[in-house]
């Protein structure tokens, strides 16, 4: 018998679901400070579906980075949010295909029976507000985790 690898100790890419205010929570930690080319927002109004294509700082292997000395990771995810009745934004100039947008939170205000808003709260003043029937939301890792160009973490000004 072989003791294990680094490799086999490392964690399974994420796929997490959220159904209420207090998961998104865990997903809000985890998407924050994520970057995504404005041409990767996806409104499918007939599937009711809103995705984004996120480059994400894996905050989940940020202490085991610290500890073994190595460079930050991210990863690529897909962030979907079904059960969309409508999208609005405000701040973003989406004919401005160039521009690169920071996700900052995602935050859920109820209205009733499960209804709400998701906001999506983006550095320089910028939000996507998302009417949704239910909190229906999904993150999923698609690549392996790249070592971030920076290798930096995120700063932040709390």
């Known amino acids: 018998m072989s003791d294990a690898t680094f490799k086999d ?10 159904e209420d205010g207090e998961d998104l929570k865990i997903i809000s930690t985890l998407v924050q400070d994520a970057v995504f080319p404005i041409t990767e927002m996806s409104w499918r109004p007939g599937a009711r579906r809103f995705a984004l294509l996120l480059n994400r700082f894996r905050w989940e292997d940020r202490a085991a980075a610290d500890k073994r000395g190595r460079g930050y990771e991210r990863v690529q995810s897909l962030l979907v949010i079904d059960s969309v009745l409508g999208v609005a934004s405000q701040g973003i100039d989406r004919s401005d295909t160039d521009t690169v947008l920071s996700l900052l939170s995602v935050t859920f205000e109820p209205d009733t029976d499960g209804a709400g ?7 320089g003043d910028g939000a996507i507000r998302l009417t949704v029937e239910a909190v229906d939301v999904t993150l999923k890792d698609v690549t ?15």
């Open 144 to 158: 392996r985790p790249y070592l971030a160009p920076s290798r930096q973490a995120p700063h932040h000004s709390d």
């Open 117 to 123: 808003q998701l906001l999506l709260t983006l550095a």
């Open 9 to 18: 100790g490392r964690e399974a890419p994420l796929n997490l679901g959220a």
